[in-house]
């Protein structure tokens, strides 16, 4: 099993200019989740899908961050306009169940200047 | 956001010796308490999990220990090895709701 895998793995961008990350979750799994990991904040819930449906945006910040699911071997969240406040590290997990292990990836480190 | 309240921040333990981490929940419907350990570079990765119809789970080195009535749990690392240096995070379901984490360093 290749594990949840995600792309970029850094990211560096100009404040202002649109961010794509990318998840492939563990075949299998029916919940996805995208968190945001900084010094300040610690490890935040942004939103989780299950079975490709959003369940929970609630931590997402704010209308520049959108993410979907469409279909349930791939996610995206998109920040746009970025600016330099969102700089962390975003992860993304996944779970076979509600409340099991989730599986989490390496992360992007996202640097906006 | 954070419905889980997690001490120390930092902690500092011999090699050897016994560390101690602790959580408090908020929710009494969260029915899924795991720990996570994370180093640097790496995405947090499931040390230990424990439900709330026990109240102490142990796998090698690492237990949890759960009380429902309190609404906490915490996470105790047996004879800490410098290779257990790391951030540990706990969580609580119902939507996953992490602890502020805890830096534990084990001095050789």
């Known amino acids: 099993d290749a594990g949840v895998i995600q792309s970029p793995r850094h990211e560096v961008t100009e404040m202002g200019q649109e961010v794509t990350l990318r998840c492939k979750p563990i075949s299998g799994h029916d919940y996805l989740f995208w968190y945001r990991q900084t010094m300040m904040r610690g490890l935040e819930l942004l939103i989780y899908f299950n079975n490709n449906v959003p369940i929970d945006d609630s931590g997402m910040p704010e209308d520049r961050f959108s993410a979907k699911m469409p279909n349930a071997s791939f996610s995206t969240l998109k920040i746009q306009p970025s600016e330099p406040r969102d700089s962390a590290v975003y992860f993304c997990a996944s779970s076979q169940r509600r409340n099991q292990p989730q599986h989490f990836g390496d992360g992007t480190r996202l640097s906006i200047l | 956001q954070q419905q889980v309240k997690q001490s120390p921040q930092s902690l500092i333990v011999q090699k050897g010796g016994i560390s101690i981490i602790n959580c408090a929940y908020e929710n009494t419907a969260f029915d899924y308490f795991p720990w996570y350990q994370q180093f640097p570079g790496k995405g947090p990765a499931l040390l230990i999990a424990?439900?709330?119809?026990?109240s102490e789970k142990k796998e090698g080195r690492f237990t949890i220990s759960f009380n429902k009535s309190a609404k906490q749990f915490s996470l105790h690392i047996m004879d800490s090895q410098p290779g257990d240096s790391a951030t540990y995070f706990c969580?609580?379901?119902?939507?996953?709701?992490f602890g502020a984490g805890t830096r534990l360093t084990v001095k050789p």
């Open positions: 424990i439900r709330p119809d026990v």
């Open positions: 969580a609580a379901s119902n939507d996953m709701r």
